[in-house]
């Protein structure tokens, strides 16, 4: 017995090396696995996250560890998903694919496929060193919090699903091209004022939205909104100075608060447009749907 605890330990001790490592693949399987990547000399990270069928949190973490992955509750069924991590240059390129279809192996040409009956995710990030996002949720809930992170660039798409947003903290690097499309979801975004963007183009398709730019909006942005069959809600604070840009049509109802004063068919501005430290200029393009803009 004492012979088989020692095998066992050098064993896991030799799994710890192994995940110390800068290239590795990790299973994720059973109640609360808690898989951690420690930060090393990396400068910045680019991470990739597949959805599929889960329901996810992302948030900060500790500074120490580039990502802690945890599986939330205990379900029936027999979820799993994998996590990709390698390191080039400097740059931690981290993968996390809960996607039912899995990925193709590269030079065989086969699929890995495992079971996501029942899944949920937190995952965690270091707010130590920059991180580049590309986030894409299918069928599930996703409540995406990067407050306190420091996000360099930003891509989200949304399938069938109801996802929560928030900036509630200034970033604290600059994103210069952050791209939302929401497809038939409920998507809410809070404290984009905080996110620190030069560009933000939104696209939705049948859902409804609602874009908040509360915030420290400290420079000019522009914003690129365009709704299919939806509804969209724009939310502006009295703080920022603000510039709508429309094309009306009959087929779309559009809605804008008395406090913006007209300039043209077009055109609608705050009193504040020219005097405010924060200004956005914001483009609207609509379909069927519906489109408010509220000032706050």
Known sequence: ??????????????????????????????????????????????????????????????????????????????????IDYSERDGIGYVSV?????????????????????????????????????????????????????????????????S???AFNEPNRNRIDNMTIEAGLSKFRAMGLGNANFKHLRFEGGVGRYSLDFSGALKNEADVDAEVGLGTLTITIPSNIGARILYDKSWICEFDIDPEFVKQSDTEYQTDNYRSAGGRLNIRVEAGFGSVRIRRD
């Open 163 to 165: 996802v929560r947003l």
């Open 97 to 161: 694919d809960l996607s039912p279809e899995g990925k193709e192996k590269k030079g065989k040409g086969k699929h890995r496929s495992w079971n996501l009956e029942s899944t949920s995710w937190n995952l965690r990030y270091t707010d130590a060193i920059p991180i580049s996002f590309d986030i894409e949720l299918g069928l599930g809930e996703g409540d995406i919090d990067m407050s306190g992170l420091n996000v360099k660039d930003f891509d989200l798409s949304t399938g069938a699903s």
């Open 1 to 82: 017995m004492k012979n088989l605890n020692k095998t066992s330990v050098r064993i896991a001790a030799a799994m710890a090396l192994f995940v110390g490592l800068t290239g590795f693949a990790m299973i994720l399987t059973d109640f609360k696995p808690f898989k951690k990547i420690p930060l090393g000399n990396e400068k910045e990270l680019k991470v990739t996250i597949e959805g599929g069928l889960a329901d996810i949190s992302v948030s900060r973490g500790n500074a120490s560890s580039i990502l802690d992955a945890e599986r939330a509750t205990e379900e029936s069924g027999s979820g799993r998903g994998e």
